[in-house]
């Protein structure tokens, strides 16, 4: 199960493959779930396991992903 090119271009919720609307809870349960698979012990890959967990702090972060979800707005606005 390959990831969707983390990072590349794509928003921090492509990364995790989950949706803007998606719960606090449920994106701990994404997470654990590719820390898993891409874990750099098991995948030998810790780029993308970087991107993943960067986008992991974020996004379960309320306050940091009210700030990024605005810096998504104003990016589709320009």
Same mark, same amino acid.
């Given at each position: 199960m390959p990831l969707m090119a983390p990072g *590349? #271009? #794509?928003s921090? !919720? &492509?990364v995790l493959r989950i949706e803007p609307t *998606? $719960? @606090?809870s449920e994106i701990k349960t994404v997470y654990r779930s590719l820390v898993k698979v891409y874990h750099p012990d098991l995948s030998g890959n810790g780029r993308d396991f *970087?991107? @993943?967990h960067n986008a !992991? &702090? *974020?996004l379960s972060d309320p306050?940091?992903?009210a700030v990024y979800d $605005?810096?998504?707005v104003s990016t589709r606005r320009q």
């Open positions: *590349t #271009g #794509g921090l !919720y &492509e *998606t $719960m @606090i *970087t991107k @993943i !992991y &702090e *974020t306050k940091a992903r $605005m810096s998504l």
